[in-house]
């Protein structure tokens, strides 16, 4: 067994690695099934490309906040790390039990579910199909990434660049189709209510959701307190225009109303502009997006379970580094298995993808909200310090990045259903973790002090 004082990760990822990585996070699935929600609550093209890009701006505003916290405190445990500096150790606990057990791995089988879905299409497997394909697809991904982290870098590459491809082969077929006929384009509506822009707003944010997963990638990214900005900034912009071209490509062949009565845009306006072949050319872009979705949710996700690790007593074993690979094996095979007793749960339900957005939507923004918040609190308990990065146009970029994700919060808990509420106490449940932290007069307890401190000795300095 490898020992965790001795094997750490390392600085293995560029600057193009990670940024990558962090758009296979983020285009995956949503922008295949969210455009025609978002257009209903909408009363005018401009309109509905305007909260795409307000969208983007939203995201851009988190990224930049998150690219200060993450120059300043680079760490393979990402949002762990950052909450355990500005409110101590129990919150960072608390945070890290949400994500173990509810954020990341909810995530991960709602990808796995729709990716399952979508193979079900292609080759049948009965009435379990689809939870037996993300069942499959997460043991898959998950043994790749565990061979090593290399390993689980040169296929987000590789499936990102097709995912991207397919993309752009969407947009260049939507501008440049027929148009959307007459009887498409919407007439004079009433302009939708507040309640409904805040809606269209949600799945937005949704779609672009997955960005702030770039901070778990601190902690192996070469220069990080140089790169983590450009990771972050990059990163976002990309989507930003990735986006925003998709949906004036849906827009261009089907028109508002087109996509208001769509269940499935891309594979309609494909199918307008390149006859039976385009829907076929749709499915396959989805289970690529599903896949690279996956993998890189996996990826990020199991450098949590390396920190937490790291801090708890009962937990020890899972803060091994593995030298062979370089890679949280031990999180790795923790993350797969809770995420397999998720697809479980969903496979019950109606609908197991939308299970598990409900399950983690009130949780994941909570604790955003509280990470947008650890940049006031760590400025001010360090007034002094140095930082590689600050956020432009501070506190007004941070204060509008906290009324959006408290917003989004009310709305998870307000619009989403009973899976919600059992995402909620499972986040209670783990409140007795804190009293198996291990305390601070243990070397091991520091969270990532043997790491951070190895190639940063001023850390020494800071509140643990």
Avoid at 29 to 58: C, H, N
Avoid at 121 to 128: I, M, S, V
Avoid at 336 to 341: R, W
Wanted: with cysteine; glycine share 10%; charged share 10%.
């Amino acid at each position: 067994m490898d020992d965790q004082n001795t094997s750490k990760p390392q600085a293995m990822l560029s600057v193009f690695d990670a940024v990558t990585i962090m758009v296979g996070l983020v285009l995956g699935v949503g922008i295949f099934r969210t455009p025609s929600i978002v257009a209903g609550a909408v009363d005018s093209e401009w309109m509905f490309i305007g909260v795409w890009i307000l969208g983007g701006f939203i995201t851009l505003i988190g990224a930049l906040c998150y690219a200060e916290l993450s120059a300043a405190h680079p760490h393979a445990g990402g949002e762990y790390h950052f909450l355990s500096r500005a409110y101590g150790r129990p919150v960072a606990i608390l945070f890290g039990w949400a994500r173990c057990t509810v954020i990341q791995t909810g995530a991960i089988a709602a990808v796995a579910f729709v990716l399952g879905d979508y193979l079900s299409q292609l080759a049948p497997l009965g009435p379990y199909g689809p939870a037996l394909y993300a069942a499959g697809s997460v043991v898959v991904f998950t043994a790749v990434n565990i061979r090593g982290t290399a390993e689980g870098k040169n296929l987000q590459i590789a499936v990102t660049f097709v995912e991207v491809a397919a993309v752009a082969a969407i947009i260049l077929f939507g501008l440049f189709g027929p148009a959307a006929p007459p009887e498409a384009m919407p007439g004079d509506v009433p302009a939708p209510a507040t309640a409904m822009l805040g809606m269209a707003m949600i799945f937005v944010l949704l779609t672009y959701g997955g960005w702030n997963e770039a901070a778990y990638l601190t902690g192996e990214l070469k220069e990080a307190r140089r790169n983590a900005a450009k990771v972050l900034a990059l990163g976002t912009l990309i989507l930003v225009v990735l986006y925003t071209l998709t949906n004036v490509a849906l827009l261009s062949v089907l028109g508002l109303e087109g996509l208001r009565n769509s269940e499935a845009v891309a594979a309609d306006m494909m199918r307008r502009v390149a006859g039976p072949g385009g829907g076929v050319m749709v499915t396959l872009a989805v289970v690529v997006a599903a896949v690279s979705t996956l993998n890189a949710t996996i990826f990020t996700g199991s450098r949590l379970f390396y920190a937490m690790g790291r801090d708890l007593t009962f937990m020890r074993w899972v803060g091994i580094w593995k030298a062979r690979g370089s890679t949280p094996a031990h999180g790795q095979i923790v993350q797969a298995l809770i995420a397999l007793a998720l697809i479980a749960m969903g496979a019950v339900s109606r609908d197991g993808f939308k299970a598990m957005v409900d399950y983690t939507a009130p949780v994941f923004w909570g604790f955003l909200l509280l990470t947008g918040c650890a940049l006031f609190v760590l400025r001010w308990r360090q007034p002094h310090r140095a930082l590689p990065y600050r956020v432009p146009l501070y506190p007004l970029t941070p204060v509008v990045f906290c009324l959006m994700c408290a917003y989004m919060f009310y709305a998870s808990v307000a619009y989403t259903g009973t899976a919600a509420l059992v995402g909620l106490a499972v986040l209670v449940a783990g409140l007795p973790l804190i009293f198996f932290r291990r305390r601070s007069h243990d070397p091991a307890a520091r969270t990532g002090a043997t790491e951070s401190t190895a190639s940063h000795p001023h850390l020494l300095g800071e509140r643990r």
